[in-house]
């Protein structure tokens, strides 16, 4: 996916989220967000939005001394669907007039103002999955948009340690894990390797290897960005575990993002 993709895909998502909520007892507890409710979840949401629109606004290329924005938060949380629509018709609006290439600073990988994008896109469908199932529904992720999520996830993940602390212990002596979509359509788009060294991981450069990894996990891309996100139990019938199952438990108990 592009940049542009990215942003048709998160008007798109929030749309979605937006539709989701507009008619849900705002007070409904989301298990897979313990302790928040729908309303909790929506107004993160927006929140996300609304900071990241403005770091793309000052185009910024230092880290953020602070988090403050302008929230304009509705008077009554009744309000809050319509107020998240705003933030995402906001955001959309400054992804048409900045351009996405241009170099910023991100906590990630790409140091583009692209990154934002991307990240707002997943943090947002991820979210409306919690939503969805908070109110007993079944989401539905398109499998071009997962296996861009997982991507995304596993290129990130290394560089999460500031807010995600965990991860500085996905160490190990050389060891690797592949996360494999079965729903792949053979273009070779459906394989991640993550290497484990003593310093730390990463997701390998050349996932074309094809020597079996110390531990395997294969399920649908959809089921497997859901796992990395901590919605799905690695445990679940909907994956096919192969090899070390204590690594595999290393990696989810250290990997929460």
Known sequence: ????????????????????????????????????????????????????????????????????VDLRLPEQPEGLPAWLATSAGEASEVFASTDLDAPMWAWGVDQHARFWVRRMLFETLVHRVDAQLALGLSPHIDRVLAVDGIDEFLTNLPFASPFAPLTTQLRAENRTIRFTSTDSDGDGDGDWLVGLRPDGFALAADQAETHAADATVRGTAADLLLLLYGRLDHRSVAFQLLGDRDLLGHWFAHSAF
Do not use: I, K, Y
């Open 1 to 68: 996916m592009n940049p542009a993709q990215h942003g048709t895909a998160v008007a798109a998502e929030t749309a979605d989220f937006v539709a989701t909520v507009s008619a849900a007892d705002l007070s409904t507890q989301v298990p897979t967000c313990p302790g928040w409710t729908l309303g909790d979840l929506t107004q993160h949401v927006g929140s996300v939005h609304r900071w990241f629109t403005e770091l793309l606004r000052r185009r910024v290329q230092q880290p953020p001394t602070s988090r403050e």
